[in-house]
């Protein structure tokens, strides 16, 4: 990749969002984010949430701006600024009516994960005891994304969910952020039979700094990227990028919203143990977005080239904007019209 076409992409961040985050961001030269916009609201409490984005780009223009396809995020970098791309953590939004789908594309979302934490309409979580595959409704919401295009998500959806999303999506899949459960067995990482079909189908994987996916303890930047090195070997150099999981700025209220919303009264675990149920400290190479450069330093300690690199660090994740962010226009069923 040309060093003047260079874009650093974090796949997700999911923290509280104040003008502070945002300037971490820019410290740590990363030129686009994934955003979380919601994980459990339903359609009118993600309005809500929508109007704060709207406010945030109004209130801090000189640092961020909505990006909707590929192109829209070079001229946002070319602008000196970052580039936000917005998404959902779950299919709530979308209740039970595919009409949501188009509503929140024309709305600016961009990414849609199909499950958060558990069983919804369209599929199952990495967290059912059974999970059944994708649902009808699932196939028509993954086909109506398609066609928009919306990038599906499968971060925290199960197993045979996530391999029937793979066999359905004509457009690649992602998995925004996660790692291999071969190297760090946990529910919520993923098989490598879901990630060499992930790669087959031209996908892309966001390997994650988070602790929770790492062994639940402190790990070093040459252990991470071990694990990076492993998915590469297992999917190719064009199917890995960075999806950092970054969560910053919240409270223990705010966590358990989080890993359950309103369907249960329990505490839930989420990817968390019964030792470690909080906020884990972030690894000493990761404390904050700002330190981005580091993973990128590791990684070319790692063994890999400057070429692969870029690739790791953004230009996999451009290929899937350019390839799956089509504009709107560009993606409605074509009417023949009679001549005059």
Not at 26 to 52: K, P, S, Y
Not at 208 to 228: C, F, K, N, R
Request: charged share 25%; hydrophobic share 40%; with cysteine.
């Amino acid at each position: 990749m040309d060093a003047n076409n260079r874009i650093v992409v974090d796949a997700l961040q999911s923290s509280n969002f104040t003008r502070e985050r945002f300037l971490e961001i820019r410290a740590g030269g990363i030129d686009c984010i994934h955003a979380t916009v919601v994980i459990w609201e339903d359609a009118r409490t993600t309005l809500d949430l929508l109007g704060g984005w709207n406010r945030m780009f109004r209130e801090n223009d000189d640092l961020i701006a909505l990006a909707r396809n590929g192109q829209e995020i070079r001229d946002v970098v070319a602008g000196g600024r970052t580039a936000v791309v917005l998404g959902f953590q779950n299919a709530s939004s979308f209740e039970d009516d595919l009409d949501l789908v188009e509503v929140f594309f024309d709305l600016g979302i961009r990414v849609a994960q199909l499950t958060y934490n558990i069983q919804n309409h369209v599929g199952a979580s990495c967290y059912e005891t059974q999970d059944a595959g994708l649902t009808r409704f699932g196939g028509y919401v993954v086909e109506e994304m398609n066609r928009l295009g919306m990038l599906v998500d499968l971060s925290h959806v199960g197993e045979r969910t996530s391999l029937d999303a793979i066999d359905q999506s004509a457009r690649p899949v992602t998995i925004t952020h996660a790692n291999p459960a071969a190297v760090w067995p946990h529910p919520r990482n993923k098989s490598d039979e879901v990630l060499r079909k992930l790669a087959i189908r031209g996908g892309v994987l966001g390997v994650a700094p988070y602790a929770h996916l790492t062994g639940g303890g402190p790990v070093g930047l040459e252990e991470w990227t071990s694990m990076v090195a492993y998915a590469v070997d297992l999917m190719g150099i064009d199917h890995v990028g960075i999806g950092s999981d970054a969560s910053h700025g919240w409270d223990d209220d705010k966590l358990q919203w989080i890993r359950k919303g309103r369907w249960s009264h329990e505490t839930q675990l989420g990817p968390a143990s019964a030792d470690a149920q909080g906020w884990l400290p972030w690894p000493d190479f990761f404390k904050t977005p700002a330190m981005f450069p580091t993973i990128e330093q590791g990684l070319r300690d790692r063994g890999f080239d400057d070429a692969e690199v870029d690739k790791l660090v953004g230009g996999n994740w451009m290929r899937i904007f350019d390839e799956g962010l089509t504009p709107h226009r560009d993606s409605r069923p074509k009417v023949a019209r009679a001549s005059a």
